[in-house]
């Protein structure tokens, strides 16, 4: 493969990090090669970096009001108040408690998702002794999920729109 960059020198730009040359994987992704050493033109020097294809910032600005809209209908619907609660990732609810994190897990699994789905999003309250997970069906349907720690126990609800 070295020998396929080799010959692929599209591009020889000198930056902070070197030269660097644009190249195609076997598999058709775009790839950069920069050598650490901006003398070297020996491949072994080289280090390769997957370009990522740049994201819209309108697309990802659109993304975050359809996913705080989906979270103001849920929250409407199932009828519960989100004001001392803060969007969390997994990883804190494992870090917190790890019996609590698979309860969570199996709730906000996105192998349980299909098309149109919204990913599961995690509300945990101030006090760290009650969180939501909600999610947002294809069909419209908002479901909160609700875990609350009473005696030491975790107690799982799930809250359906009303009416």
Same mark, same amino acid.
Do not use: C
């Given at each position: 493969?070295l020998k396929?960059?080799?010959v692929?020198?599209? #591009?020889?730009?000198?930056?902070? +990090?070197?030269?660097?040359?644009a190249a195609m994987?076997s ?6 090669i920069?050598s *650490?050493?901006?003398s ?5 020097? %080289?280090k ?6 740049e994201?819209?910032v309108e697309? #990802?600005?659109q993304?975050d009001a359809?996913? *705080? ?5 849920i929250?409407?619907? =199932?009828?519960?108040d #989100?004001?001392?609660?803060?969007a969390?990732?997994?990883t804190?609810?494992f870090?917190?408690?790890?019996a ?5 897990? *199996? ?5 349980? #998702?299909k098309g149109?789905?919204?990913?599961p999003i995690?509300?945990?309250h ?5 969180l ?12 909160a =999920?609700a875990?609350v720690l009473?005696d030491?126990? %975790?107690?799982? +609800?799930?809250?359906? *729109?009303?009416?």
């Amino acid at each position: 493969m070295l020998k396929e960059i080799a010959v692929l020198r599209l #591009l020889g730009v000198i930056l902070a +990090t070197g030269p660097v040359y644009a190249a195609m994987t076997s598999s058709g992704s775009p790839v950069a090669i920069s050598s *650490a050493d901006s003398s070297s033109d020996n491949p072994v020097d %080289w280090k390769m970096v997957e370009k990522k294809p740049e994201m819209n910032v309108e697309m #990802l600005k659109q993304l975050d009001a359809d996913e *705080a809209q989906a979270v103001r209908i849920i929250a409407y619907d =199932t009828g519960i108040d #989100l004001s001392e609660y803060k969007a969390v990732k997994k990883t804190l609810i494992f870090q917190m408690d790890r019996a609590l994190f698979e309860e969570v897990q *199996a709730v906000a699994n996105i192998k349980n #998702l299909k098309g149109g789905d919204m990913i599961p999003i995690i509300y945990l309250h101030d006090s760290h002794e009650k969180l939501y997970v909600l999610e947002k069906k294809h069909s419209g349907e908002g479901i909160a =999920t609700a875990f609350v720690l009473k005696d030491g126990k %975790w107690e799982k +609800t799930r809250i359906e *729109a009303k009416g």
